[in-house]
């Protein structure tokens, strides 16, 4: 009888001690949303809209980096970017089509965000400032500085 509920302990303990990872691995993943857009103006009036803009192809990589994370991808109307938690600064090389801009992304780290007990904690940026250059890109406009998940769009880049 002492084995048996030892061997019932053993297995609750066991079961209640494996959590699965493979929610956390998922939701731990931080970066700064892009989306695309370019000024069109309505029609017989002096209005301006914002319209979601379908890139043809694009290119983007770090500064000083060697591998890409765009490379020559299609359609593309939003732009998901690491951001260094070592660092304050993240710059990009980005390319639309056959225009080439770099994007300067100055932040501040927070690595207080908590998700549970089993995923830890994850670090959340807060946006200062986006410099970039106006080759391609017209104007930067921050819309959400609080980066904390990657549902959101926190800048958004204007082409004319």
Same mark, same amino acid.
């Given at each position: 009888?002492?084995?048996?509920?030892?061997?019932?302990?053993?297995? #609750?303990?066991?079961?209640? +001690?494996?959590t699965?990872? %493979? %929610? !956390?691995? %998922?939701?731990? #993943?931080?970066?700064?949303?892009? +989306?695309?857009? @370019?000024? #069109?103006?309505?029609?017989?009036? #002096?209005?301006?809209?914002?319209?979601?803009?379908?890139?043809? @192809?694009?290119?983007?990589?770090? *500064?000083?980096?060697?591998?890409?994370?765009?490379?020559?991808?299609? @359609?593309?109307?939003?732009? @998901?970017?690491? *951001?260094?938690?070592?660092?304050?600064?993240? =710059?990009f090389?980005?390319?639309?089509?056959?225009?080439? =801009?770099?994007?300067? &992304?100055?932040?501040?780290? =927070?690595?207080?965000?908590f &998700?549970? *007990?089993? !995923?830890? !904690? &994850?670090?959340k940026?807060?946006?200062?400032?986006?410099?970039?250059?106006?080759?391609?890109?017209?104007? $930067?406009? $921050?819309?959400?500085?609080?980066?904390?998940?990657? =549902?959101?769009?926190?800048?958004?880049?204007?082409?004319?």
């Amino acid at each position: 009888m002492k084995f048996l509920v030892r061997i019932i302990l053993f297995l #609750t303990l066991f079961l209640v +001690g494996c959590t699965s990872t %493979e %929610e !956390c691995r %998922e939701n731990l #993943t931080v970066a700064l949303k892009i +989306g695309v857009y @370019s000024k #069109t103006s309505v029609e017989a009036s #002096t209005l301006l809209t914002n319209k979601l803009l379908l890139v043809d @192809s694009v290119w983007v990589n770090g *500064l000083k980096k060697d591998s890409f994370l765009y490379n020559n991808v299609k @359609s593309v109307s939003s732009l @998901s970017l690491p *951001l260094d938690i070592s660092r304050t600064q993240s =710059d990009f090389i980005v390319r639309f089509g056959n225009q080439t =801009d770099t994007i300067s &992304i100055f932040y501040n780290n =927070d690595d207080s965000y908590f &998700i549970s *007990l089993a !995923c830890g !904690c &994850i670090v959340k940026h807060n946006l200062e400032e986006v410099v970039t250059t106006k080759h391609y890109i017209d104007s $930067i406009h $921050i819309i959400n500085r609080e980066i904390v998940n990657v =549902d959101a769009e926190h800048i958004q880049l204007f082409h004319n």
